[in-house]
C-alpha cells in the first residue's frame, strides 16, 4: 500500500483506492484494512458486494493501538490478468477519534468490535487474534443492508435492524462456525421497521421510522405481537344502515362513519368488528362511553345495546390475544336524539298552554258572574219599584207584600251567595297567578354565581304586575361568565311566557352548546323564537319577541365581549378607553351601540355585531330594559328619560353596588309617586 501514510501524532491519515480505467470485465469488492500503530502493521481482509455499488465515505474507527477503515479497491480482469491502479492521494485532515453510533461500530463485553456498512452485511474483528469474520445472507440474515445494531442489556444477544426485518442473534453463535442463533420478525408479524434502534430500559427496544416509532418487548414470551382489529359494520335493529339518509360524517374509505347522529326511536345498536392475530383465540374488550362504568369482554365479534337513551356516546373497542397483548383501541361517536315531548320548546308550550287556558277560563267565568249580577241587580229594582206601587194598596195586599218581601229576601241571599262564589273564584285565579311566579322566579338564576365569579353586581328587578315580561340570565361556562338584561314584547303573563321561553332557550344554547360568543348567541335565540312562535314575517302576522344586552366575561384575559338587540351597553371606567368616544359631558362614560335589530323576525335579519373591549379590575358595567327611563313620574308627570339615568349612574359609580341599587330603587319610586307603574323595570349592574 504505497499511497497509505500516517504521522506520530494521529494528525493526518492517508489512503487509496483503486478505479476502472479499462475496458473490460470488472468486479467490485471491499477491503477492510486493521493498521496498529506500536507495530506499524495491518491485517486486511476482503469483503463481497455486487457489482456496480459504490463505497463512497470512508468509515474509520480506532479501538487501543487499532486503526480500521475501508475503501473500494475495483479489480479489472483483461485476458484472465488482474490490474489494480491507485487514485491520488486522498487526506483527512483530523484526529481519529474513537466509535461513535454513526460510525456504526459497536464492542461487546469480550472486547470483539462488530461493524455494519451498506452491502456488507455483520463484521466482527476479534483484536486478541485480528481476525475478521464476516456475517451475510448465506448465514440468514434477511439482506446485507444493515441499517442499525445494538447489544441487549444483558450483553448476550445482537439485535440488528435491515430494510426487511428485525434480527435477534445470540452473540456466543457469532464465531468462526456461522451457524447463527437468529430469531427474525418482518411487518406481517405487526411490526413497524424503520431506520434506528434504542432500548429504552432493560426489556422494551424502540425503533424508530418515518411513521413515528415502535416499542417491541425483548422480553415477553409467546406471541409479542399486538393483533389488528377494524370495524366490520354498525346495524340499527340487526339492519345494514343507508349513511346517506343518516346524518354523520360519511368516509366511503372507511366501513363506518363518525359523529353518527340517529332519530331518538333508533337506540337499538349493533357494533360489528374483527380482529387479526397469529394466535387463534382472541377476546375483545369494549366499553360503551356514556353507558358503560367499565370494560366488558367478550369473545364474540359483534356487541349490542338496545333501549339507549338519548345523549352523547363513543363505543371503545380493543383486541386481546391469549398471551395478553392488546390491540390498539378503535372508536365511533354517535348521538341520539331527544324527543319532542322532552325538549324545552314543547314543555314551556305546555306551562303556557295552562297557563292560557287558566287566565282565560277565569276571563270567561268573571263575565259570566258579572252579567248574572247586573241581572240580579235589575230584578231588585224592578222589584222594588213594585213594592212601592203596593203600597198604594197596603191595607188590601198586606199579604201579597210580605210575599213579596219574602222573595226579595231569597234573592238577596242569592246575590249574597254568588258574590262569595265570585270571590272564590277570584281567590283560584289570584293563586294561579301566584304559582305562575314562582315558575318564573324558578327559572330566573341565582345570585351565588355571580357572588363567585365578579368582585360585585346589582340586579334592581321590578316587575310591572305579578309575573313580567322583562327578566335576567346568566351562567358560567369554560371561564366564561355569560349575562343578560331582556326585555320580552307586553308583561304580565304573555311577557311572563316570553321570558320564560327566552331563559328556557338561553339555557339551551350555552350551557347545553357550550356557546359563550353573544353574537352567535343572539343569533341560535332569534332563531329558536322565530321558529317556537313560527314567526313569517307576513303582513298582519304577530312579531313579538324581545330586546336584550348580553355580555361574555373571559375571566383570563378580562376581555368582555358585548352584543345588543336594541338595548346598549354603559361602561364605567377610572381611565380613558382608547378604542372608545366617552359620552359628552361625562367622565370616562361610555356607551356601546346596539344593533337595531330586535330577536324576532324583523325586515333586517343580519348577524348580531360582537364588539371586544379590554377592561381592568374595578370597570363597571350597566345593562337594563327601558322601563326605568320610560316610567312617568315628576311634578309634570313626564319620563325619567335616559340623560337623567345616565347622570344617575355617573353619580353613584364609585359607591359600593349594593347601595348603588338602593339608590336607583329610591330615585324610581320618588320619580313615579302616586302614578302607576308602567312597564317592568329590569337595571343589573357588574364590577370587573
Known sequence: YPNFSYDEHLKSLSFSRLINCNAGNTSNQYELVCFNLENKNYKKSFLKTDVGEMFHSVQKYMYHKNIFFTYEKIVIEDNNNRIQLPLPVSKLDERIIEPTENQKAIFDKENNIFFISPSSGLIKFNPEDSMFIQFTTQEGLSTNNIFDFKISPDSNSLWLLTQVALHKIKIASLNSKRKLDIKTWTEVDGIEL????????????????????????????GNIIPPQIHFTDLRVYYEEVDWNNVKCDYDSTRTIPQHINFEYNRNHITFDFQGVSQSSKLIYSYKLIGEDKGYHNTPYKSVTYTNLASGKY?????????DGVESQEILVDFEIATPFWKTIWFISLLIFVFILG?????????????????????????????????????NQQNEEIITQRDQIEEQRDMVVQQKEEIEEIHHEISESINYA???????????KTLDKYLSEHFVLFKPKDKVSGDFYWWSHIENHTVITAADSTGHGVPGAFMSMLGASFLREIVEKEFVTHTGVILR???????????????????????????????????????????????ILTNRELTDLSPLEGFENFYEIKPDKMPIAIYEKMDNFTAHEIQLEKGDVLYMFSDGYADQFGGAKGKKFKYKPFKRLLSENRDKPMKEQKELLDKAFESWRGDLEQIDDVVVLGVKI
Not at 358 to 385: G, N, W
Not at 437 to 447: M, N, S, Y
Open 524 to 570: 341560535k335565540l332569534r332563531k329558536e323564537i322565530i321558529k317556537a312562535l313560527k314567526q313569517t314575517g307576513e303582513v298582519g302576522t304577530q312579531k313579538d319577541g324581545m330586546d336584550m344586552a348580553i355580555i361574555s366575561i373571559n375571566h383570563e384575559t378580562n376581555v368582555v365581549q358585548f352584543s345588543g338587540a336594541n338595548n346598549p351597553l354603559y
Open 194 to 221: 424503520g431506520f434506528k434502534l434504542e432500548f429504552e430500559n432493560d426489556s422494551i427496544l424502540t425503533l424508530y421510522s418515518d411513521k413515528g416509532y415502535t416499542n417491541f418487548n425483548t422480553k415477553v414470551k
Open 314 to 322: 363513543t363505543f371503545v373497542v380493543k383486541a386481546i390475544n391469549k
Open 437 to 447: 311566579t314562582r315558575l318564573q322566579g324558578a327559572i330566573l338564576p341565582e345570585e
Open 358 to 394: 287558566l287566565y282565560t277560563f277565569y276571563k270567561v267565568r268573571v263575565k259570566k258572574l258579572e252579567q248574572r249580577q247586573k241581572e240580579l241587580e235589575q230584578t231588585v229594582l224592578e222589584r222594588t219599584h213594585e213594592i212601592q206601587e203596593a203600597n198604594e194598596e197596603l
